[in-house]
């Protein structure tokens, strides 16, 4: 695709990413490359190309409907599974929170030597003043998350060939050969951060609010691809440069500092506020945005709207930033630690957003000719079942902490 291309399909795909690529995602492959190296480079190709096809199925039916997919769920199967959807996009989106809180604060903390406890007020003040304030807020988050997403791909590719990586041990961590001890935690995080379902199914929302109609399919199956791709990228660069920076030198990653490391190949002394930028940036992104997806889907599916310009949406909407903000007040402990649990336990709401995104673009009288076909089904299946491992695993954890 060329560049002027690939500027034209920018849009909803861009702002869903931004969920994805926050803080929790950038610590996670920075920690598993730190710790495992290459060897789990195929859990990023797995969770995107479920991403991917779950985004591309929200995407399909936003382009087919003027009703919300939510309505159409309440209308069809009934308002319980709606609310259902709504209340676990709204669990998950506000588990993200937390982690995007403490992501800017250690940033700011980073750059500005201001304590963490000072930032979570701050950047949660901002975020309901652009909600409430901006002007075509969906414009400005895609231009936002390009910019991000330009600059993070310039710093970690360019440092990564610095770096100097093992491109062959790179291509064998791409196959699923083994999973390394304790594996199976970053895992569960590293899923959680890539494969993120309630930003999956908000894709028709922004969908719908674009404009697109059935005639536009082609531009949103490639805005969806893009954007879910690009996000493999950042975090596959991220690993990579992990892996060939800090895995050889030992490094375990408990600060942002020392995620900074693998940037000092090429910013030298510079590389702790660089990337602190890039990591306030990402962290702010996602948590715009994060929070708009969580308020909207909850307050649609309890049909109390689905725009921002309605009261609804924008109540949850600072619902979630504020849970987000208060538990990043009052956390003492493992920030990087904290991080990845954040993005792990997201998993534990999103089995009814799969089945019940999965179910209506099945759905023949709801989808017409748009309906899945064998092949999207088979993938979107293989989702579901890796869904469906990484919340056993997680409920199986949970049981265990609590001695049941």
Not at 244 to 270: H, K
Not at 352 to 380: D, E, H, P, S, T
Request: proline fraction near 2%; aromatic fraction near 10%; hydrophobic fraction near 60%.
């Amino acid at each position: 695709m060329k560049l002027n291309n690939l500027f034209k399909v920018i849009g909803p795909g861009f702002i869903i990413a931004s969920v994805c690529l926050g803080p929790g995602s950038i610590t996670t492959s920075s920690k598993i490359g730190a710790e495992y190296g290459y060897q789990m480079l195929w859990v990023i190709v797995m969770a995107v190309i479920g991403m991917a096809m779950y985004t591309s199925m929200s995407a399909r039916f936003g382009v087919s409907h003027d009703q919300s997919i939510l309505q159409v769920i309440a209308a069809t199967y009934g308002r319980w599974f709606a609310v259902l959807i709504g209340i676990s996009a709204f669990l998950a989106a506000s588990s993200f929170q937390f982690g995007n809180n403490l992501g800017a604060a250690t940033a700011l903390n980073a750059i500005t030597g201001i304590h963490e406890s000072v930032w979570p007020v701050v950047i949660t003040s901002l975020a309901i003043l652009l909600i409430f304030f901006a002007r075509n807020l969906y414009k400005l988050l895609e231009k936002l998350m390009l910019a991000l997403v330009v600059v993070m791909i310039i710093a970690f590719f360019a440092n990564l060939i610095f770096a100097r990586p093992d491109l062959s041990a790179a291509a064998v961590g791409l196959i699923p050969l083994s999973m390394p001890a304790h594996g199976i935690n970053v895992m569960a995080a590293l899923v959680g951060t890539t494969f993120v379902l309630h930003a999956c199914l908000y894709q028709s929302y922004l969908v719908q609010d674009k404009g697109w109609q059935a005639q536009d399919l082609q531009k949103g199956m490639r805005d969806s691809v893009t954007g879910i791709a690009i996000l493999g990228i950042v975090s596959m660069l991220v690993i990579l440069t992990s892996a060939a920076a800090l895995y050889p030198r030992g490094i375990a990653i408990t600060t942002a500092a020392d995620m900074a490391v693998q940037l000092e190949a090429l910013f030298g002394a510079s590389a702790k506020y660089i990337f602190s930028i890039g990591f306030f940036a990402a962290a702010f992104s996602s948590l715009v945005v994060n929070s708009i997806v969580g308020g909207g889907l909850v307050a649609d599916g309890l049909n109390l709207g689905r725009t921002m310009q309605e009261k609804g949406p924008k109540i949850f909407t600072i619902i979630v930033l504020l849970i987000g903000m208060i538990v990043a007040l009052f956390f003492r402990g493992d920030i990087v630690y904290a991080l990845v649990l954040a993005q792990a336990s997201s998993l534990l709401a999103v089995p009814a957003i799969g089945i019940g995104l999965f179910l209506i673009v099945n759905n023949k009288k709801v989808m017409g000719n748009l309906v899945n076909n064998r092949w999207q089904n088979i993938i979107a299946v293989f989702g579901l079942i890796l869904i469906f491992f990484m919340v056993y695993h997680m409920f199986h954890r949970l049981f265990v902490f609590l001695g049941m």
